[in-house]
């Protein structure tokens, strides 16, 4: 397995840190990872390096605004969610279709990066999709020791910390991590209504996910803090035309103590359960 540094130019002409993890000999496919909010692409280097030592060539990048892709401060710094979709994700996307070379691709979604798939233009050209750990994250519908939290975040802390920093200082916080202003803002919109980003953006965003008719595989998991079954099940529901096959996992069911949102890509825990997501790529031929 070898790992290049690379930089992706989007739309709008913005710089975005990547990197591309290949096999040494002959490849099935291409993936493209698409993180959770505020996450690097460094928290997924393990998976990214396991699926490539299986064959598989798989890209990982940071979205502007996030690890090696953000400038030296936020303050000012004009980012949204859907703009992360149309332009940072459509860049990876359009990348790892050319490492592809018209085998299969496709995208793996952690939490957000399952969220915006449908909203990424040019998806219609994976060959499957996965979601990991994604739902819509309304407030009252949280895993319950988050509930009370989350009404704090998104009421009080996360308006206050945008109007007293120009944006959201999470690292300072302890929450999430530091994220742009419109990124916070827009994200905060989704998670008081209880159809998230479709019940706030309304019908082109609904239909960007009924038009979505790949094969995708979700999986989630019961100890997850963030994701209760009824986000992941209202999340899925939008993507009516797809093939859906829905997992959820408790850890028991691969004798560990705890997954919970971030724990499918930690390296501690991946020889039980990468191997899911790996035999499913697989079997799309």
Same mark, same amino acid.
């Given at each position: 397995?070898?790992?290049?540094?690379?930089?992706?130019?989007?739309?709008?002409?913005?710089?975005?840190?990547?990197?591309?993890?290949?096999?040494?000999?002959?490849?099935?496919?291409?993936? $493209?990872?698409?993180?959770?909010?505020?996450?690097?692409?460094?928290?997924?280097?393990?998976?990214?390096? %396991? @699926?490539?030592?299986?064959?598989?060539?798989? @890209?990982?990048?940071?979205?502007?605004?996030?690890?090696?892709?953000?400038?030296?401060?936020?303050?000012? =710094?004009?980012?949204?969610?859907?703009?992360?979709? +149309?332009?940072?994700?459509?860049?990876?996307?359009?990348?790892?279709?050319?490492?592809?070379?018209?085998?299969?691709?496709?995208?793996?979604?952690?939490?957000?990066?399952?969220?915006?798939?449908?909203?990424?233009?040019? $998806?219609?050209?994976?060959?499957?999709? $996965?979601?990991?750990?994604?739902?819509?994250? /309304?407030?009252?519908?949280?895993?319950?020791?988050?509930?009370?939290?989350?009404?704090?975040?998104?009421?009080?802390?996360?308006?206050?910390?945008?109007?007293?920093?120009?944006?959201?200082?999470?690292? +300072?916080?302890?929450?999430?991590?530091?994220?742009?202003?419109?990124?916070?803002?827009?994200?905060?919109?989704?998670?008081?209504?209880?159809?998230?980003?479709?019940?706030?953006?309304?019908?082109? $965003?609904?239909?960007?996910?009924?038009?979505?008719?790949?094969?995708?595989?979700?999986? &989630?998991? &019961?100890?997850?803090? /963030?994701?209760?079954? +009824?986000?992941?099940?209202?999340?899925?529901? =939008? /993507?009516?035309?797809?093939?859906?096959?829905?997992?959820?996992?408790?850890?028991?069911?691969?004798?560990?103590?705890?997954?919970?949102?971030?724990? =499918?890509?930690?390296?501690?825990?991946?020889?039980? @359960?990468?191997?899911?997501?790996?035999? %499913?790529?697989?079997? @799309?031929?």
């Amino acid at each position: 397995m070898t790992k290049a540094t690379i930089e992706l130019v989007t739309g709008d002409g913005y710089r975005l840190a990547a990197n591309v993890h290949e096999p040494r000999g002959a490849h099935r496919g291409a993936v $493209v990872v698409v993180p959770a909010m505020a996450v690097e692409q460094d928290f997924y280097s393990p998976f990214a390096s %396991w @699926l490539a030592e299986h064959g598989w060539k798989v @890209l990982t990048f940071d979205l502007r605004g996030i690890g090696a892709s953000a400038p030296r401060t936020l303050r000012g =710094f004009e980012a949204d969610i859907l703009l992360w979709a +149309r332009l940072d994700c459509a860049a990876a996307l359009a990348c790892a279709r050319s490492l592809a070379y018209g085998r299969p691709l496709i995208w793996i979604g952690h939490s957000l990066g399952g969220q915006i798939l449908a909203m990424t233009p040019g $998806v219609e050209s994976v060959s499957g999709a $996965v979601t990991v750990a994604s739902g819509v994250g /309304y407030w009252r519908e949280n895993a319950y020791p988050l509930r009370r939290y989350s009404w704090w975040l998104w009421h009080v802390i996360a308006p206050l910390a945008n109007a007293l920093f120009g944006y959201f200082p999470g690292k +300072r916080l302890r929450m999430v991590g530091d994220l742009p202003r419109g990124v916070m803002e827009q994200w905060s919109r989704w998670c008081r209504n209880p159809e998230y980003a479709v019940g706030v953006e309304g019908e082109p $965003v609904r239909e960007s996910y009924r038009r979505l008719d790949s094969p995708l595989l979700s999986l &989630s998991f &019961s100890d997850d803090e /963030y994701m209760s079954e +009824r986000n992941v099940t209202v999340l899925h529901a =939008f /993507y009516e035309r797809a093939e859906r096959d829905m997992r959820r996992y408790s850890p028991a069911d691969f004798g560990l103590a705890r997954i919970g949102h971030f724990g =499918f890509f930690r390296e501690a825990t991946g020889d039980k @359960l990468w191997p899911v997501v790996l035999n %499913w790529m697989n079997g @799309l031929g």
